[in-house]
Each structure stands twice: as structure tokens, then as C-alpha cells.
């Protein structure tokens, strides 16, 4: 099976760097899946947006992202976001009351990790 590099990083942490088979992401182009030996090309990640990894080994990771960049060459991808949650890490009850919030940024980052949580569930 082919298989691409990727890193997914926040300002806060490097959540994720492994081997995978695609990667999903919402873009203010709309959303792009990208393959190994996929064009190099780099993308705008949306304010609240959300990325999948398919790992080699493993179960299909979902993260809330918020702003940043997804920068693709042929044999690495790498999603430098501003803010990047994990689904399962994502507390909805607090979340949901953080929506209700007068911080803009703690409103973003609940709607993102919402946004992943809702994902997760979908199972796609």
C-alpha cells in the first residue's frame, strides 16, 4: 500500500507525525484529499475546520483544526494550525458552554472541536 508522511502540528503541540494513506482537509478552497505522490501544493485550512488521517496502521484520526496551513509535497503533508484539537479529547458539555462565550478565540476553538467531535460520529 502506498503511503504518504504526515505531520500535524498546532502552535501548542505536534499532535500527530506518522506514515498514512490519505489525508482529508477542509480548505477555503473547499475540501481536499490528498494521496501519496499528490501534486505539491499548499492550502488555506477554514477558521473551524476539520482534518482526518487515515494511518498505515490504526484507526482513522479527527482533529478540529482552526486557521493555519496544509503545505503538500509528493512524499509529505504536513498541517501547521493555529489551534488543533483531537475529537476524542474534545469535552462537548464544556465546549457548548465555551460557544455561549464573549472570547472569540474560546468560541472558535469549542466550534472546532465540536466540528471534529460531529465527525467522529459520522464515521466518515
Given amino acids: 500500500m502506498a503511503e504518504i508522511t504526515v505531520e500535524l502540528v498546532s502552535v501548542e503541540r505536534m499532535l500527530w507525525a506518522g506514515e498514512a494513506s490519505i489525508v482529508t482537509a477542509q480548505t477555503t478552497e473547499g475540501e481536499i ?3 501519496p505522490d499528490h ?3 499548499l492550502g488555506q485550512l477554514v477558521e473551524n ?5 487515515q494511518p498505515i496502521d ?3 484520526l479527527i482533529a478540529g483544526v482552526s486557521g493555519g496551513f496544509l503545505s503538500v509535497s509528493k512524499s509529505k503533508v504536513t498541517i501547521l494550525a493555529d489551534f488543533a484539537v483531537w475529537a ?8 457548548e458552554t465555551d460557544l455561549n462565550s464573549d472570547d472569540e478565540l474560546v468560541k472558535a476553538h469549542a466550534e472546532a472541536g465540536l466540528r ?3 465527525r467522529s460520529s459520522e464515521g466518515l
Avoid at 476524542?88 to 465546549?95: G, H, I, L, P, R
Fill in 33 to 35: 484529499g490528498v494521496l
Fill in 39 to 41: 501534486e505539491p501544493l
Fill in 49 to 53: 475546520g476539520v482534518v482526518t488521517i
Fill in 58 to 60: 490504526g484507526e482513522k
Fill in 88 to 95: 476524542n479529547e474534545v469535552d462537548t458539555a464544556s465546549a
Fill in 116 to 118: 471534529a467531535v460531529r
